[in-house]
């Protein structure tokens, strides 16, 4: 009966739980414990035979989250051995034993003493011994069995991936799937329906859906359009028990953005641009910008504009500006007030982007008429052509007009111009320009030789305004003439031996020429008039602008002469023809039969014998230490200190004379001599000119360089430039004052010769009523000068 008081309790522990699929297993070969359980259930006795004790157990089942006070009975331990008399000792191992399942060692009650929770631990394993009380001996060997923690309904299902954030395109068809919210429930899925979400919608309608097994968010609404709402914000619930009553739940949010689509076409907001631009605006500069306004984003609101008519397409230009998706009107070319005041444009504004299912919206485009008027602007003087290239000969006279710059006002004003050179491009000076006529001239010679090129800028200014200046690029080439006679390149020297023969070669000659014709150079030579029969030397030309120089008879001999200046002429082939005289030095030297030097000196053959080489260098040596010791002599006795005695006769007749500037000295009054001021010409022919050592000169002499007949038949600028010339250029004016004399004074001009040299009457006999005749130019001198009607003005 032990036995079935064993499985009794165990029974009835378990019948008390309500358990149904009871398993059991019966050690070292006995009964089964069904058939024991269902012998005790039919109240049917039944014969026991055993051949060997064991353990009785099976596996337990405890509810969690148990929220008594007493200890939780989970079900009860029994050998067959244990007759009841309490020397069976239970002992339980394992995990939890004695900290949450406790057992009680004389009955083998097993109760749990801790709030047990499934979703922790699912089950314990543990072990347990039967033990003789008295002498500790096993009874029964360990055995091992298990506690399984049964679940009840205690965890609402949670998202554990939320809130969720999900995006779905504009217009999209109804049941467009957006995001997959998933909860996930901590209850165990095998038991009962604690651990079965069911998904619903609790904020969000009528715009999305869940689907109540999967998650799934779809699109509930048509035509749900971004520009309208774009944003929403949907409530998702999971309710496990497979939504029944009483079942827990969780929540979470998904919001939801509605992505842009190209549904709404461009549109300018104004159909007509009115805009202005300076003419001098340049090439490139903004204009004004357009707009069209689209409703969509991003790739979809891009724009493209262009200009698809107008007068003005092939003038201006239009660019999209990618940040800000509007269209900036540029200059295309140069803007002129007075050719054209006002263009018109025809502006169209387009999506380059577009989706087909969204064609039926359209059109994606839009047009707009854009007027633009140029404003005139005080325009700089321009000059035509915009460049000049000009060729003169270097033999040019100065004041020679060699180009006509022209240049005029572009605005319609049509100021007057005044032409000038930049000197910073023509540091030399070499040209002119007429202020008025733009008459480029010569101002001083040119030289190709020493620049054959020349770039200036002449620059335009307009009379009215000053600040509005022109330029234009003047390149002028030199071009040569034969000015230059040619010449050695440098200082020949030969040499011919004394057992030279007849025709021998002495040396062979070349000649360079500074000029540089067209046709090359070509130079010729022979020997000057002055040594054309010359008996000693003769010249042959090589006709490759080299010559020969050849020995026309044999017998040299140093003693009679040892060296030979031979004159050669150089000509040259140009026009006029040019030559010069270069002059050969030969040398006669003592040579072997071969031809070599042995000695170009005669002096081996003028020392007498006695007197050897090494003795007269030192007899010179001697000579010229006592030149030294004299003069060495003589300088100490000038610098020797002499007393200072002031002789009154020798002081009577100087005087000290202090001057606030420094003057010339006695060169002062030889400048201001007065035959040299009215005839200067005269002056300088009869008498050589000094010059001034004390300062460089200023102002030159005014007709040294020019005839009067020239200058008398010439025009005005070329006088006063040749004039100009001359006073860059002389050595002998004055520091500080001259007189400029002048031919023609007032020529012209219809009041004559303003001077008042030759004048025979006085200022107060001097009636000046003539200038109220001579036009508004006299009208201030006739003021000042000409008869007053009211009273005399007391001074």
Wanted: aromatic share 8%.
């Amino acid at each position: 009966m032990s036995n079935a008081k064993s499985w009794l309790g165990l029974g009835m522990s378990l019948y008390f739980w309500g358990l149904m699929d009871l398993t059991t297993t019966v050690l070292s070969g006995t009964p089964t414990a069904q058939g024991k359980l269902e012998a005790l259930l039919s109240d049917k006795p039944q014969s026991h035979p055993r051949t060997k004790r064991s353990w009785v157990w099976n596996q337990f089942f405890v509810l969690e989250e148990y929220t008594g006070t007493d200890p939780l009975y989970v079900g009860k331990l029994h050998s067959d051995m244990d007759r009841g008399d309490g020397s069976i000792k239970y002992i339980l191992s394992g995990e939890g034993a004695g900290i949450v399942f406790t057992i009680d060692d004389t009955t083998g009650d097993i109760h749990a003493i801790q709030r047990l929770d499934r979703e922790e631990r699912a089950q314990y394993t543990l072990r347990a011994q039967a033990l003789d009380r008295r002498t500790g001996r096993p009874m029964e060997p360990e055995s091992e069995f298990i506690i399984k923690i049964q679940d009840i309904n205690d965890n609402e299902p949670k998202f554990l991936d939320g809130p969720y954030v999900a995006t779905v395109p504009e217009m999209s068809p109804v049941g467009t799937s957006v995001i997959q919210v998933t909860a996930t429930d901590a209850d165990d899925p095998t038991y009962g329906n604690s651990a079965r979400v069911v998904y619903s919608i609790l904020q969000g309608q009528p715009y999305f859906s869940v689907d109540s097994k999967t998650g799934v968010i779809r699109t509930a609404l048509m035509n749900m359009d971004r520009e309208a709402k774009e944003c929403y914000e949907v409530i998702i619930q999971a309710k496990d028990m497979g939504g029944q009553l009483g079942g827990l739940a969780g929540t979470t949010t998904v919001n939801i953005t509605l992505s842009d689509v190209n549904d709404n076409p461009p549109r300018f907001p104004q159909k007509h641009y009115q805009m202005s631009v300076l003419e001098s605006a340049p090439v490139s500069s903004t204009v004004g910008r357009v707009f069209a306004k689209d409703l969509d984003e991003g790739i979809n609101a891009e724009m493209k504009y262009t200009i698809v008519d107008g007068d003005g397409a092939d003038t201006f230009d239009i660019n999209t500006d990618p940040n800000f998706q509007v269209g900036i009107i540029t200059v295309k070319k140069p803007l002129s007030f007075e050719s054209k005041k006002s263009y018109t444009l025809k502006v169209e504004g387009a999506n380059p982007h577009l989706e087909m299912r969204f064609l039926n919206l359209g059109p994606f485009q839009d047009t707009t008429t854009v007027h633009i008027s140029v404003e005139d602007v005080d325009e700089p003087p321009v000059f035509e052509p915009d460049f000049y290239f000009v060729e003169v000969p270097e033999d040019v006279a100065i004041g020679t007009t060699i180009q006509i710059i022209s240049a005029k006002d572009p605005d319609v004003t049509n100021n007057s111009i005044r032409y000038s050179i930049d000197r910073s491009s023509d540091p030399g000076r070499f040209f002119y320009v007429d202020i008025t006529t733009g008459a480029l001239m010569t101002a001083r010679p040119l030289d190709r030789e020493e620049f054959s090129w020349h770039n200036i800028t002449v620059l335009a200014m307009e009379m009215n305004n000053p600040s509005q200046v022109g330029s234009v690029s003047v390149t002028i080439e030199v071009l040569d003439v034969n000015d230059n006679a040619p010449e050695f390149p440098r200082f020949y020297e030969a040499f011919v031996c004394e057992n030279a023969k007849v025709g021998q070669l002495i040396q062979t000659v070349s000649a360079v020429d500074q000029d540089d014709p067209h046709s090359g150079q070509h130079f010729y030579y022979s020997l000057a008039p002055e040594a054309a029969n010359n008996p000693n030397f003769t010249v042959r030309d090589n006709q490759d602008n080299t010559a020969r120089i050849l020995t026309k008879r044999s017998g040299f001999r140093q003693q009679e002469q040892s060296i030979f200046y031979l004159p050669i002429l150089i000509a040259d082939s140009g026009q006029p023809v040019l030559s010069s005289t270069g002059t050969l030095t030969i040398q006669v030297c003592s040579c072997d039969d071969d031809g070599h030097v042995m000695s170009c000196s005669p002096e081996a053959y003028m020392l007498p014998v006695s007197l050897s080489r090494g003795a007269l260098i030192a007899i010179l040596a001697c000579i010229f230490v006592l030149l030294v010791l004299v003069l060495l002599i003589l300088s100490m006795r000038r610098h020797r200190k002499q007393p200072y005695i002031i002789d009154d006769d020798e002081n009577i007749h100087e005087n000290i004379v202090r001057y606030d500037d420094e003057g010339g000295g006695e060169e002062d009054t030889e400048a201001f001599d007065i035959a040299a001021m009215w005839n200067p010409r005269e002056a300088q022919a009869g008498a050589a000119p000094k010059t001034r050592q004390d300062m460089l000169p200023e102002i030159e002499s005014l007709s040294r360089y020019v005839p009067q007949t020239c200058a008398i038949n010439s025009t005005v600028h070329s006088y006063v430039l040749a004039k100009l010339y001359e006073a860059d250029m002389d050595l002998w004016a004055p520091p500080f004052d001259s007189l400029q004399t002048y031919m023609f004074e007032g020529d012209g001009s219809v009041a004559g010769s303003l001077s008042s040299l030759q004048s025979a009457t006085s200022d107060s006999e001097q009636s000046f009523d003539f200038l109220t005749d001579w036009g508004p130019r006299f009208r201030k001198l006739a003021e000042l000068y000409g008869a007053s009607e009211g009273p005399s003005p007391l001074w």
